[in-house]
C-alpha cells in the first residue's frame, strides 16, 4: 500500500513538473508560427513587390506596340492608297499621238518608298511586311519589261502599261485593306473611293483586249506564211 501510494505521489509530482514544459512547448510553437507568417508575408510582399513592376511593364509595353501597329496601320495604308491611286491613272492612261506619230503614255507612274515611312515595321505581321515591300520590286520589274518592249516595239506598249499598272494597284489596295484589319479598322477609311471594284473591273477589260490583239497579230502571221508558199513553190 505505501509502495502505491508512494508512486501515485511521483506521478503526481512529474505531471506538475511537465505543465510548465508542455505551456513553453506551446509558447515556443505559437512563436514559431508567428514567425513563419511574418516570413511568409515578407516573402510573399517582396514577390509581389518584383512581380508587379514587371507585369506593369509588359502591359505597357504591349499598349505601346499595339498604339504603335495601329499608327503604322493608318500611315502605311494612306501611302499605299496614294500609290495604288496614281497606278489607278496610269491603268486608265490610253497614251496620244506624239510628234513622229507614235502612242506614247502621259500619266507618270507612281512611286513608293516604305523605306521613307517613320513607321516601326516590327509591329506588324512578318506575312504583310513581305508583301509592303515586295510592291517597288514588283514595280521594277514592269518597267524593265516595258522598257525592253518599247525598244523593239515601233508602238510604246501603252495597253500592256494599262494592264500592268492595274495589277500593282490591286496588289496595293489589297495590302491595304490587309493592313488595317490587322489593326480592327476598316477596310477603306471614309469616304474613299472603292477602287477594288474599279480595277477588277478594268484590268480583265485590258488584258481581253490584249488577247484580242496577240491573237489577230498571230492569225495575220500565219496568213502572212501562207502567202508565202506559193511564192517559195513557184520559185522551183
Not at 4 to 9: H, K, S, Y
Request: glycine share 6%; aromatic share 4%; with cysteine.
Amino acid at each position: 500500500m505505501d509502495l502505491i501510494i508512494g508512486l501515485l505521489t511521483a506521478a503526481a509530482s512529474t505531471v506538475s513538473n511537465a505543465a510548465p514544459a508542455v505551456a513553453e512547448v506551446e509558447e515556443a510553437a505559437s512563436d514559431m508560427r508567428i514567425a513563419w507568417i511574418a516570413g511568409g508575408a515578407s516573402l510573399a510582399g517582396a514577390l509581389l513587390g518584383a512581380v508587379i513592376p514587371v507585369v506593369v511593364a509588359h502591359l505597357h509595353n504591349k499598349r505601346s506596340r499595339e498604339d504603335e501597329r495601329d499608327f503604322l496601320a493608318v500611315q502605311v495604308s494612306s501611302a499605299l492608297y496614294t500609290y495604288a491611286s496614281g497606278c489607278v491613272d496610269v491603268a486608265y492612261d490610253s497614251g496620244e499621238d506624239d510628234e513622229r506619230g507614235r502612242l506614247c503614255p502621259v500619266e507618270t507612274a507612281p512611286t513608293l518608298d516604305p523605306l521613307s515611312l517613320d513607321v516601326n515595321w516590327r509591329t506588324i505581321p512578318v506575312n504583310l511586311l513581305d508583301r509592303i515591300f515586295a510592291l517597288p520590286a514588283a514595280q521594277r520589274i514592269v518597267n524593265e519589261r516595258l522598257r525592253w518592249e518599247a525598244l523593239n516595239d515601233f508602238e510604246y506598249p501603252v495597253l500592256h502599261r494599262q494592264a500592268e499598272y492595274g495589277r500593282l494597284a490591286l496588289k496595293a489596295l489589297r495590302i491595304a485593306h490587309d493592313l488595317r484589319r490587322s489593326a480592327n479598322l476598316p477596310p477603306d477609311p471614309d469616304g474613299v473611293i472603292n477602287l477594288v471594284a474599279k480595277m477588277e473591273e478594268h484590268v480583265p477589260e485590258l488584258e481581253a483586249k490584249i488577247a484580242a490583239i496577240d491573237r489577230a497579230s498571230r492569225s495575220r502571221g500565219i496568213e502572212s506564211d501562207r502567202g508565202k508558199e506559193p511564192e517559195a513553190n513557184n520559185l522551183h
